[in-house]
Every structure is written in C-alpha cells, then in structure tokens.
C-alpha cells in the first residue's frame, strides 16, 4: 500500500513537472513566432527598431495614447503579447519590465482638442507620430500594428494585428494601454461619478447611465455623437 502510495506522489509530481515544462516550452515558441520580424532586422543590422501601437480610439472620453518602444538586439521578455489578451495586473507587471529593460520609450497623445479638429482616426496618427518623435533618437525602422504613420523620415512597416505579431509592437500596446488608464484613473478623481477608473471611458452601460444623469465632463469628447445624444446637446447642422 506504502509503495503504490509513494508511486502515485511521485507520478503526480512528475506530472506537474512535465506539464510546467510543456507550458515553458510553449511560451517560448510562442515568444519565438513574436520576435520573428524584429530578429530579421536585428539580422541585417539595425539595432533601433520601433515598435508603436495606440489605444483609446473607442472610449467616449479621455485621450488617445500612443507609444513607441525600442529594444536592443537580442531582448526577449516571456509573456508579452496583445495588451488586450492579458489582465489589467498581467499588463502593470510587464509594463514595469518593459520600462526597465527596453533602450527607449517615447509616448505620445492625441487630446480631445486633437479628436475634435482632426477626428480620431488621425488624431491617433498624431499620436503616434508623436510618440516616435518623443524617443531620444530616431529609430532606424518602426514596426505599426495596421497603419502607416504620416510625417517620418524613416522607413516603416504596417502588420494587420500587428500587437499579436510583433514582439515590439506588443510591448508598445502594453505602455500605452497602461500610460492611458493611470490617466483615466487620474480623471476619475477629477470627475467623480463617472466611473473613469473602472471602464476607462469606453462605452459602457455604467458611463452611459452616469453620462445621462450628471452631462458631460470636461473629459469628454463632445465630437462624439453618442456623447452629444446622451446628455441631450444639440447636434451639429449637417
């Protein structure tokens, strides 16, 4: 009974052993697939490739944020991947490593003045833009997840899902997605009432409920015409 007992301890532990080493082995294929674009550039010498992602094109307040990160050749950080795939505590932890062992971050923001005059689209554009313009050098190629950035210099390259393709436009997913909710972390405490901290703006029942019972707030962005609908103001002619 001893022995059969001591069998089945060490069977399960062997397990566990094998299982954690299977998701060890995954995680760094996976990791491997992500790095791909930037290994072959890092291959044919440039050692300051961009990568830039943005995030906030659909909330119904707040800014839109961008972000550029560059890495040095041969960087590899497990577990990042598409900002929207992990948690909002999964994100934090990996924008801190990010922060510390990238060789450049260069944010950028499109404000509500920039939504209104440009609409977001382009004022996202801006924003990325600015975040490239922000790093300390210009980068020798930048990497976007699906758009191409007007007014640089030097050349770049736009992936379809690029956030899930791209081991530096990840990463820049990430620094933005959590440079912008400790900004509407902050309009929360300037907004009470809203909800900023919990949904961050977008456009969900909870905003929708608080937009209809207290009116916009300065940190909203009166171009949108959810927002002028559900606080009653009038419609633009035309």
């Known amino acids: ?8 301890i060490l069977a399960r532990g062997m397990t566990k052993r094998t299982s954690a080493a299977e998701r060890a082995e995954g995680e760094r294929r996976r990791l491997g ?7 072959a550039l890092w291959r044919a010498g440039l050692t300051e490739v961009a990568g830039v992602d ?3 094109v659909g909330p119904l307040a707040g800014p839109v944020v961008a972000a550029a990160v560059v890495f040095s050749p041969g960087t590899e950080i497990p577990g990042v991947d598409d900002s929207k795939r992990l948690s909002p505590r999964r994100r934090e932890a990996l924008a801190e490593i990010i922060c510390a062992r990238a060789a450049a971050i260069g944010i950028g923001i499109g404000s509500l003045e920039d939504i209104a005059q ?67 972390t902050e ?4 907004y009470p009432g809203y909800g900023f ?42």
Do not use: W
């Open 1 to 8: 009974m001893c022995v059969k007992l001591c069998a089945a």
């Open 187 to 190: 309009l929360d405490g300037a």
């Open 54 to 56: 943005e995030v906030g």
């Open 118 to 184: 440009l609409n977001i689209y382009h004022a996202a554009l801006e924003a990325m833009r600015r975040a490239v313009g922000a790093l300390p050098r210009p980068p020798e190629r930048v990497l976007v997840d699906a758009r191409t950035i007007p007014g640089l210099a030097m050349p770049q390259d736009a992936y379809v899902k690029g956030d899930g393709l791209s081991f530096c436009i990840a990463a820049a997913s990430i620094v933005a997605k959590t440079h912008r909710d400790r900004l509407m």
């Open 33 to 39: 697939r992500m790095l791909r674009l930037e290994r």
């Open 197 to 238: 901290a919990a949904h961050k703006g977008y456009d969900t029942p909870a905003h929708r409920a608080a937009l209809a019972r207290l009116g916009p707030c300065p940190a909203h962005r009166m171009s949108y015409r959810t927002v002028r609908d559900l606080c009653g103001a009038p419609r633009a002619a035309g």
